[in-house]
């Protein structure tokens, strides 16, 4: 079973400076629960493209953080090369040291138009290049009010995995991020989280993952905060956050960690 994680979802935020500063603020603010932290958790931020080689960087210069911190993409093509303008290969990614992907969140389905079948191809890409992947799945809020919220992420899940070679994955990351929780501050509770987890649970098992799910963590995102953390990362089969916002200020997104690690109580 990977370690439980907490990963942030920079989105289109920040810049080199702010960027170069948080790793520092992140390793000041852990520092003296480093040792437990390394222990139990494994912490991926996902910034912008151009970022990724700077915070690499600024993690490596310091050789005691540096298996403390890893370095995510927001998004992967899932062909090797050539005449796509604007989008990044997975070699490119492989070059500059990033560990793990983000597919499907929901604003590239909606902004970008990611379709299940390109969110499909990501996921293949993504596994067969050896990065975790990190698949986002989740139900708008017209869908929940309907009711139809588990045949909706089963929906989703069955489309991502079609025809994907399961038997190469080592480890992988399933996000249950609801679209309405998504920067409203309403985060989703355990009576809306719980039953979503043992449909992902149960998706795996029957889908044939390594292992009966062995390699399989599900984060939960949506609104999660230092305040929140703790209730919500008490849930059963939580094993982790997919954090936005709050994952922009080091400071912020270490008292998640703090939080996780039952010191912020
Ligand atoms: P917020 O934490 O800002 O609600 O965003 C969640 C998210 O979309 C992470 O991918």
């Known amino acids: 079973m990977p370690k ?23 390793f000041k603010h852990i520092s003296g629960i480093e040792g437990k932290i390394r222990e139990l958790f494994d912490v991926v931020i996902f910034p912008q493209f151009p970022l990724i080689k700077p915070i690499v960087d600024s993690v490596e210069a310091g050789a005691r953080w540096s298996d403390l911190l890893r370095v995510g993409a927001q998004d992967i093509q899932p062909e090797d090369r050539g005449a796509f303008t604007g989008a990044v290969n997975g070699i490119c990614l492989k070059s500059v040291g990033v560990s793990s992907v983000i597919i499907g969140h929901s604003e590239r389905r909606w902004f970008f138009g990611d379709s299940d079948s390109l969110v499909n191809a990501k996921l293949s890409t993504t596994i067969n290049m050896n990065f975790e992947p990190v698949l986002c799945i989740g139900e708008p809020g017209e ?69 009966g799910g062995a390699n399989l963590r599900i984060l939960y995102g949506g609104s999660v905060n ?33 939080a996780m690690a039952g010191e912020g109580e």
């Not at 439980?4 to 992140?26: I, Q, T, Y």
């Not at 190469?168 to 501050?185: D, H």
Request: charged share 20%.
């Open 4 to 26: 439980p994680a907490l990963m942030g979802n920079w989105k289109m935020n920040s810049d080199l400076s702010s960027a170069v500063g948080f790793v520092e603020e992140f």
């Open 143 to 211: 869908i929940r009010d309907k009711g139809e919220q588990d045949s909706f992420v089963l929906a989703q899940l069955e489309t991502a995995f079609d025809s994907v070679k399961l038997d190469s994955i080592s480890a992988i990351s399933l996000a249950y991020e609801p679209v309405w929780s998504i920067g409203t501050g309403r985060n989703a509770t355990e009576a809306e989280i719980a039953p979503m987890i043992e449909l992902i649970r149960g998706f795996a098992t029957k889908a044939g993952f390594p292992g």
């Open 226 to 258: 230092p305040q929140n953390a703790s209730e919500l990362y008490s849930i059963d089969g939580v094993d982790g956050f997919l954090v936005g916002g709050a994952s922009l200020d080091a400071l912020s997104f270490s008292a998640i960690l703090d």
